[in-house]
């Protein structure tokens, strides 16, 4: 389905909801300041085109896309290309390159390929994902140090070189600045987590340098003033050389924005028990990428950690996005002029805190001990991003994925599934009795869905993501109704879930349990670890389990709820 997730539900939203996304959209745009400042300077450009990005991004996605609660923007994984970009070809050339890949994603989203963009598998994601995280880290060295080199070398290799025969010209109050912001944002979660660490990073160390007069290089000494005015837009100079050597970057921009943006739409529904449109989220995305770079924006996609930010504060309709767009082109037109005072150190501390958490290494080694063709694949891909070209890493891995898919498929094929996904079909498409719309959930427990046979690599991400929450609950329930088979990957995960959440003081239920997947838990000794009280087949039983944990009575049923027969979820 291509129509807008905002277009089917505004009837539906209450005056209690709409509140809470005006709330949440404050939230994140606040939050997302900062982080469009950063990935705009790292990608090359001013912060300006950050900010614009996030404007301009924001909104579209959110107006017309297929997810309820995704944030767009620029975001860390399109820094390598972006910059490469403009080191070969200039800002015009970036500009073509990213109207390109914005058509490329209306075509992908047109012929209704968005839902066989979810079937990648997660070895050539992470693979890409880490080594673009590497790249990201040593881009900000010079900056993090305050290092005497005029140029930086695009290439890894040589710029490491540099950077070791450069070391001696450091800044320590460069240097001090950089290491306090990353001290706060590493330790402020332990006072807050309510209010980002890289927002007071930037405001503490901001104070300080103005309040001391250090010498430390700030936005407004290397870029001048930000503009308080959206720019006048501007088509591109279009010629068939230039068009024809941007093919290979536009589509790399184009792929990357689509698995970005679906994997952070798959990693929300699970949080909210909805499901995103996928088609309509790639013509959102499309859409986007043909608008930012008209006003001197660069790529957009979906952005993880704002989309995560903007759930948890509330966020449940697209308005929170919308909201979060407003609120970010009020602060470039009326607060622009103090965002020159920022310290270049503080925003590489924060991008190097935005590489840890993109370099997903724990998903990395957890890899490692999967099966030959998945360790091969992941190494394959890392390592063409880090030391060749993010675009031939995409290429290869894209091949790599053609042949792990069919090799997974011709291992295990469950057609109801796959058909059901390749479908796209949403919640507001299918009546589904089993919906946790239709049950009560207790006070204290939470209920996370994974959909699709071979995207499990999204309940990692969504590891990592509640990591940073608050107040964990006692009871965390996954519904593996739509998982039809696991891997050596899933399982893993699993026993990481068990082990991070018992010591947090959450047990781990598993509900909906095929039979293959239960198989594999059995030989892996998954089930003795998780417990067999602890494994059941619908989400009635496995509600039951949770109440019994939390000490209290089976609540009654909705008073319009109509029973139907129970039946497990694993089971056609």
């Given at each position: 389905m291509l129509k807008p997730k905002l277009f089917t539900i505004y009837k539906t939203i209450t005056r209690e909801q709409l509140l809470k996304d005006i709330t949440a959209g404050l939230i994140v745009g606040i939050v997302a300041l900062p982080l469009a400042i950063a990935f705009g300077i790292a990608?090359?450009?001013?912060?300006?085109?950050?900010?614009?990005?996030?404007?301009?991004?924001?909104?579209?996605?959110?107006?017309?896309?297929?997810?309820?609660?995704?944030?767009?923007?620029?975001?860390?994984?399109?820094?390598?290309?972006?910059?490469?970009?403009?080191?070969?070809?200039?800002?015009?050339?970036?500009?073509?390159?990213?109207?390109?890949?914005?058509?490329?994603?209306?075509?992908m989203g047109f012929a209704r390929l968005g839902s066989v963009i979810k079937f990648i598998p997660y070895p050539v994601i992470v693979g890409f994902t880490s080594g673009i995280a590497v790249v990201i880290f040593s881009s900000q060295i010079k900056d993090f140090f305050g290092l005497m080199i005029e140029k930086v070398p695009a290439d890894f290799t040589e710029?490491?070189?540099?950077?070791?025969?450069?070391?001696?010209?450091?800044?320590?109050?460069?240097?001090?600045?950089?290491?306090?912001?990353?001290?706060?944002?590493?330790?402020?979660?332990?006072?807050?987590?309510?209010?980002?660490?890289?927002?007071?990073?930037?405001?503490?160390?901001?104070?300080?340098?103005?309040?001391?007069?250090?010498?430390?290089?700030?936005?407004?000494?290397?870029?001048?003033?930000?503009?308080?005015?959206?720019?006048?837009?501007?088509?591109?100079?279009?010629?068939?050389?230039?068009?024809?050597?941007?093919?290979?970057?536009?589509?790399?921009?184009?792929?990357?924005?689509?698995?970005?943006?679906?994997?952070?739409?798959?990693?929300?529904?699970?949080?909210?028990?909805?499901?995103?449109?996928?088609?309509?989220?790639?013509?959102?995305?499309?859409?986007?990428?043909?608008?930012?770079?008209?006003?001197?924006?660069?790529?957009?996609?979906?952005?993880?950690?704002?989309?995560?930010?903007?759930?948890k504060n509330g966020g449940r309709t697209p308005i929170a996005g919308i909201v979060h767009a407003f609120v970010l082109l009020l602060i470039m037109l009326f607060f622009g002029k103090w965002a020159k005072l920022i310290p270049m150190a503080s925003l590489a501390a924060v991008l190097v805190i935005v590489a840890y958490n993109m370099s997903e290494w724990r998903s990395f080694k957890n890899l490692l001990k999967s099966p030959a063709s998945d360790v091969t694949v992941l190494v394959t891909t890392f390592f063409l991003t880090v030391i060749f070209d993010l675009t031939i890493a995409i290429e290869i891995g894209m091949l790599l994925a053609v042949f792990l898919f069919m090799h997974r498929m011709a291992l295990v094929t469950n057609v109801g599934v796959v058909t059901r996904e390749l479908k796209d079909e949403d919640d507001e498409d299918v009546a589904d009795p089993n919906a946790i719309a239709k049950r009560i959930i207790p006070e204290g427990v939470e209920v996370y869905e994974i959909n699709g046979p071979f995207f499990f690599g999204a309940a990692s991400t969504f590891k990592?993501?509640?990591?940073?929450?608050?107040?964990?609950?006692?009871?965390?329930?996954?519904?593996?109704?739509?998982?039809?088979?696991?891997?050596?990957?899933?399982?893993?995960?699993?026993?990481?879930?068990?082990?991070?959440?018992?010591?947090?003081?959450?047990?781990?239920?598993?509900?909906?349990?095929?039979?293959?997947?239960?198989?594999?838990?059995?030989?892996?000794?998954?089930?003795?670890?998780?417990g067999e009280e602890n494994i059941h087949g619908n989400i009635d039983d496995a509600l039951d389990r949770a109440r019994e944990i939390l000490g209290i009575d089976k609540i009654g049923k909705p008073a319009d709820f109509v029973p139907t027969v129970k039946r497990e979820e694993g089971k056609k």
């Open positions: 990608s090359g450009v001013s912060p300006q085109q950050g900010i614009i990005t996030a404007v301009i991004g924001g909104f579209i996605v959110s107006f017309l896309g297929g997810s309820r609660v995704q944030i767009g923007g620029p975001t860390g994984a399109f820094i390598v290309i972006v910059y490469g970009i403009i080191q070969n070809y200039g800002m015009n050339g970036l500009i073509i390159a990213t109207l390109m890949a914005g058509i490329i994603l209306l075509i710029k490491w070189i540099l950077y070791f025969q450069k070391f001696s010209t450091i800044n320590i109050w460069t240097f001090f600045i950089g290491a306090l912001s990353l001290i706060i944002m590493i330790f402020w979660p332990k006072v807050s987590r309510k209010i980002p660490g890289s927002i007071i990073a930037i405001l503490v160390s901001t104070i300080i340098v103005q309040m001391f007069g250090l010498n430390v290089e700030t936005i407004g000494s290397r870029f001048g003033d930000i503009p308080s005015a959206l720019p006048t837009p501007v088509l591109p100079h279009l010629d068939f050389a230039t068009i024809k050597g941007l093919i290979q970057p536009a589509t790399t921009i184009a792929i990357l924005a689509a698995i970005e943006s679906l994997l952070s739409a798959v990693v929300s529904d699970g949080m909210i028990g909805k499901k995103h449109r996928s088609n309509a989220e790639l013509i959102a995305q499309g859409t986007a990428n043909v608008f930012s770079p008209l006003f001197g924006g660069i790529p957009v996609t979906g952005a993880i950690a704002r989309t995560v930010t903007n759930i990592d993501a509640i990591r940073s929450m608050e107040d964990p609950p006692k009871v965390r329930i996954i519904r593996m109704r739509n998982v039809p088979a696991i891997d050596a990957t899933g399982l893993q995960t699993i026993r990481e879930f068990y082990k991070e959440w018992k010591q947090m003081g959450t047990t781990l239920v598993l509900s909906g349990v095929h039979t293959q997947p239960l198989v594999a838990m059995t030989q892996s000794g998954v089930f003795d670890i998780v």
